[in-house]
T-cell receptor
């Protein structure tokens, strides 16, 4: 079936460090891929998305590239800030299915310390 | 920017009681969803709803659960007889036409005592 796997957390980084959160997926065809972020006490916000192979999603300094050959969608940021502390969810919607449920990974908690 | 709003933000209920969680989707959206997140676990799909009927439901969404769009604006999730394991954060989401990802509300934290 369709699923998403993420690196386990929690991840603790110092401010201005480089961030990578690994994400791999299992799906048939060409799913759409997403990163959602959940700040403490808040709901889920879409951070970025990519809908086809080699697409790069980017937002707020975060980037992720849709890699079909490795079925991956790793999240990166060159210099993290304390305000980036949150839980990050990699997710997908199934190929060729409009208005589809979102399938989430388990989430990776990030803490950025000054 | 339009938002999905959920009420209440926190609901405390005795086991066995009925609970209704409310959501107001974005006004021109046509597709609606409920998800839940048990504390410390991943977000799980419960049900999707379109054109006044359920499009898809997960195995979690058993006979104790129901959804309704009673008045054209609200979208509700009802749990008939709550169990301890229903304690979770419940998220509503809505989606419009075109390549627009789902928008999520801030969630309702449901605590069953």
């Amino acid at each position: 079936g369709n699923s998403v796997t993420q690196m386990e957390g929690p991840v603790t980084l110092s401010e201005e460090a480089f961030l990578t959160i690994n994400c791999t997926y299992t799906a048939t065809g060409y799913p759409s891929l997403f990163w959602y972020v959940q700040y403490p006490g808040e709901g889920l916000q879409l951070l970025l998305k990519a809908t086809k192979a080699d697409d790069k999603g980017s937002n707020k300094g975060f980037e992720a590239t849709y890699r079909k050959e490795t079925t991956s969608f790793h999240l990166e940021k060159g210099s993290v800030q304390v305000s980036d502390s949150a839980v990050y969810f990699c997710a997908l919607t199934r190929s060729g299915t409009s208005y589809d449920k979102v399938i989430f990974g388990p989430g990776t908690s990030l803490s950025v310390i000054p | 920017e339009p938002e999905v709003t959920q009420t209440p933000s926190h609901q405390v209920t005795q086991m066995g009681q009925e609970v209704i969680l409310r959501c107001v989707p974005i006004s021109n959206h046509l597709y609606f969803y409920w998800y839940r997140q048990i504390l410390g676990q991943k977000v799980e799909f419960l049900v999707s709803f379109y054109n006044n009927e359920i499009s898809e439901k997960s195995e979690i969404f058993d006979d104790q659960f129901s959804v309704e769009r009673p008045d054209g604006s609200n979208f509700t999730l009802k749990i008939r007889s709550t169990k301890l394991e229903d304690s979770a954060m419940y998220f509503c989401a809505s989606e419009g036409q075109g390549a627009v990802p789902q928008h999520f509300g801030d969630g309702t934290r449901l605590s069953i005592l």
